[in-house]
């Protein structure tokens, strides 16, 4: 690791504050792929402005059929939050990584990153979320641009999550054998708008919407209905771990045990 | 007495290391510290136009930046393949020069091109990364086999057509005729995918040059370090071995690849004697799965005739096996002698044919890596009659039991002579554990639940305490493979057991305890075991190859028999009795038949003080021994592994797996155990989850755990382990050995099962849920098409 300079924001504004007056800063929320990155000498931030110990970005709060979820709570207090907080999202969490990992890891620090295999970016979007920031609301559909690219601003920090909690919801992944990142990870939610089906880890630009399933749950909701969907290959990642025709394999039989797994 | 052979005492060194107190090579710091980090070829295939180290040398705390032309000026040698290998047309081996730091050009990602000393790691890390290399970038090769093509990319010019050597064992035209003859040939095209080692504490060394004493001390992760020492010595030019002190501290797992050394050993004590510091380097995780040698990586078509009555009448086989880019320490030996001598398996097999090229490619090198060698032969079989006995609509089993080798010694045709076994008692055992004949009810309940359940079986045969010294030399081997003990008794009668073994893992301060309490009666707390320095071992040869009981222990019964005749002497004389008379049990030395005793500790102390021993007998007690075995040792066994695999995801559960092993004698059975779980758990992660991947230009794309799948506990099952044993008539204690069974005998059980599982045996290793999903798809497209 270079050397870098660690600071501790005490606000939102104190971070931004931070994060102008350094030549090269980062957001600190976690670091669960920023400090291995820097440890491989891959990332040389000059300065980190940790985010975590900010208390008005901590926290679960459900109003009524509302969620709301701070920036920076950990997967394990995610995992924590049962049903409570929207079926499927505390399971989410409590998959993600190892209990280290959940414990240091947060669930602003996860989507800003919107790594194309991470968990959470496929539970905003199919629970149709709001991402809260020092400046605005974005929807999740906006701002999951493409792989490690959001909507986001370079000052931009999100405060945190919000999201109405489904009539059914289910996340159902399929983990790298080595990394266990999502090789295919499908989160489904049935609400008064309708089914949304949210596909991470398969896709080569990160998390996207299947319209097709989406359609076919609105008649339907089975695992069957979506399962005899067609999953686009062209658009899947092709790796070591499987192919695009595997992948698009894995989308299919993920989403029909999410629907199932709904109930 | 509790604590003696066969006793499961708890192990002595676990104490230190799970309360964090094990002392690694990492942890030592002498006094002017300083870190080493290397300059690496990021490129497969280059010419080095140029180094230019002069941004490097100016950063802080930079003591110095040396190249290979510094090096070798110096005189330092290049790094050898310590075996000979003759080609069958009668020439001897092509191997290429490997100096320690590339000189002229890099031959793989990772190869090494400078070494960057300063005050801290991260110091020595950024100049390393400042040093500016000019690199001509070369077409490089990968695999094996296209390395062997016309028009391939040459890497040595030792080597025409990248070809090391190529060697054949047993009769061709014999069995070629036999094949030919055959009632039934089964062929298969075998890959054994190429695995990187991973030992849990990586490579590293601690260097320091006494430059008034002209001496050089040595701490390094090492299996081996008297070997180490020699080679460093002799062939590397490094100091002389009276001038070089070589410590394996306590070393965190080797698998094989701390056996070698390393271009980074030799590079850091010549830089300490360049920079009088005490000159540290410690891999990281990157660093090792780029330089560690690999293992494995081989590439074979195999035909296996039978006859009428279903009996084995000819084996041929034809193999290329990758060796990197350059030739490690053992490297040759592996596909051959360690490979294709085993290729008679359980069976008794009149007609072999082998035929090995090993080649360069511009990969890591490759080396032996637990099993080595007889993994790869295991495997070729196993699979081989498994699908034959489903191609002949037999028991696999009993296919296996009708050419099971009954009676012993038993000479096959590939040099090997089996001395003991009972290859049937453990396929009834495994059988029976595995409740084998209800599986098709078990299939049937698992169909319900829309899983496909399979069964595989494995009988392996492996050999182990390599082995006579004058046979492994006539087949070109550059050391002898004996071993040393020294018993060392105090005058209170504790004793210190200083061996030529090396424990990395293996719980010896325990095992080799054991077999001297069982001599005398004593505590194993009142025995200690010291290994690992050449200043404190005379010599030793070290620890792979399943070697320290067969032959480790061996040298140290030996020295006790030579500590006991000398006590019961001093015992006789002091007692007044018959030296014959005289039996040492429960820590005290009697007459038989008498009620006169003395306590252990009273002549041990009558030893030393001297003034009462037998006329003539020097004072003392304390006898050294040197064993070189009479033959290898061969455990076998059989092992049944039963999946499930999901149709849908291709993913492999193990529902259940059991070992059946023959080790001969068994110091202590909690650490054969533990042994056996841990080589399945490695065999397991080679056939479901591990390989090294290079893409087309040879950039290794399983450079770290996100992409390499290194088996977690909830990859592997509970295992049954059990053992039908028959004593190894060839060393005293009767031990085979058991620390590469476990990864030797588990991957064609596991694959054998899945094969069975999705009625596809067109499937390679690691069974990755990808790769069963596609084999699932090709049957169904097959029976589409019918």
Known sequence: MYETQYHRASSAEDAVAKLESADDGKLLSGGMTLIPTMKQRLAAPSDLVDITHIDALKGISVDGNTVTIGAATTHAEVAGGGDEIGNGVAELAGHIGDPHVRHRGTIGGSIANNDPAADYPAAMLALNASIMTNKRTISAEEFFVGMFETALEEDEIITAVSYEKPEKGAYSKFPNPASRYAMAGVFVAQSGDGARVAVTGAGSDGVFRHSGMEEALAGNWSGDAVAACDVDEDAMLSDIHGDAAYRANLVKVMAKRAVEAAG | MSEGIGARVLRKEDKRFITGNGKYTDDVRNDNQCYAAFVRSPHAHARINGIDKSAAEAMAGVEAVLDGHQLTGDGIGNIICGWAITSKDGTPMNMGAWSALATEFVRYVGDAVAIVVADSPANAKSAAEAVNVDYKVLPSVTAPEKALESGAPQIHPEAAGNLIYDWEIGEKDATEAAIAGAAYVCEMDITNNRVAPNPMEPRSAVATYDTSEDHYTLYTTSQNPHVARLVLSAFYQVAPEHKLRVIAPDVGGGFGAKIYIYPEEIACLWASMKTRCSVKWTSDRSEAFLTDAHGRDHVSTAKMGFDADNKIVGFQIDTIANLGAYMSLFSSAVPTYLYATLLSG????????????????????????????????????????????????????????????????????????????????????????????????????????????????????????????????????????????????????????????????????????????????????????????????????????????????????????????????????????????????????????????????????????????????????????????????????????????????????????????????????????????????????????????????????????????????????????????????????????????????????????????????????????????AAIQAVATKEAAE
Not at chain 2, 517 to 539: A, C, M, Y
Not at chain 2, 561 to 584: N, S, T, W, Y
Not at chain 2, 595 to 617: F, I, Q, R, S
Not at chain 2, 736 to 752: F, H, T
């Open chain 2, 346 to 773: 359980q069976y008794d097999i009149s007609n072999i044919h082998c035929n090995v090229r090993t080649v360069y490619t511009n990969t890591t090198p490759v080396d032996a890596y637990r099993g080595a060698g007889r993994p790869e032969a295991c495997y070729l079989i196993e699979r081989m009659m498994e699908t034959a006995a489903r191609e002949l609509g037999v028991d696999a089993g009993e296919l296996r039991r009708n050419n099971f080798v009954q009676e012993f010694p038993h000479q096959t045709p590939v040099i090997m002579a089996y001395d003991a076994g009972d290859f049937g008692a453990n396929l009834d055992a495994a059988k029976a554990a595995a409740d084998y004949d209800g599986f098709e009810a078990r299939r049937s309940e698992a169909a319900s639940r829309g899983k496909l359940r399979g069964i595989g079986m494995s009988s392996y045969i492996e050999a182990c305490g390599i082995a006579p010294s004058a046979a492994v030399g006539s087949l070109g081997a550059g050391v002898g493979l004996w071993e040393s003990a020294e018993v060392r008794v105090n005058p209170v009668g504790t004793i210190e057991v200083l061996t030529g073994s090396h424990a990395h893992g293996q719980g010896h301060e325990t095992t080799f305890a054991q077999v001297v309490s069982d001599r005398f009666g004593l505590p194993t707390d009142n025995v200690q075991i010291v290994h690992g320095d050449t200043d404190k071992v005379q010599f030793g040869m070290g620890t792979y190859g399943s070697r320290s009981g067969a032959v480790g222990m061996s040298a140290i019964v030996k020295a006790l028999d030579k500590v006991e005749a000398k006590a019961k002497k001093i015992a006789a004389h002091l007692l007044e009795a018959d030296e014959g008379d005289i039996v040492i049990e429960n820590g005290e030395v009697k007459v038989a038949g008498t009620d006169k005793t003395l306590g252990w500790h009273e002549v041990c102390l009558g030893a030393y003080t001297a003034h009462n021993l037998p006329e003539g007998m020097e004072p003392g007690l304390k006898e050294g021994a040197f064993y070189d075995p009479a033959n290898f040792t061969f455990p076998a066994g059989t092992y049944i592994c039963e999946v499930e695999v999901d149709p849908d995801t291709g993913t492999t559960e193990i529902v259940q797996f059991v070992a059946s092993d023959d080790f001969g004698t068994i110091i202590n059975p909690m650490i054969v155990e533990g042994q056996v779980h841990g080589g399945i758990a490695q065999g397991v992660g080679q056939a479901l989850l591990e390989q090294a991947v290079y893409d087309d230009s040879g950039q290794l794309l399983t450079g770290s755990y996100m992409d390499y799948a290194m088996p977690r506990a909830d990859d592997l099952p509970n295992y049954k382990v059990s053992h039908e044993s028959t004593i190894c008539p060839n060393n005293p204690l009767g031990i085979k050995g058991c620390g590469e069974a476990g990864a030797i005998g588990s991957p064609p059980a596991v694959i054998n099962a899945i094969t069975d599982a999705i009625g596809n045996n067109d499937l390679s290793m690691p069974a990755t849920p990808a790769k069963v999903w």
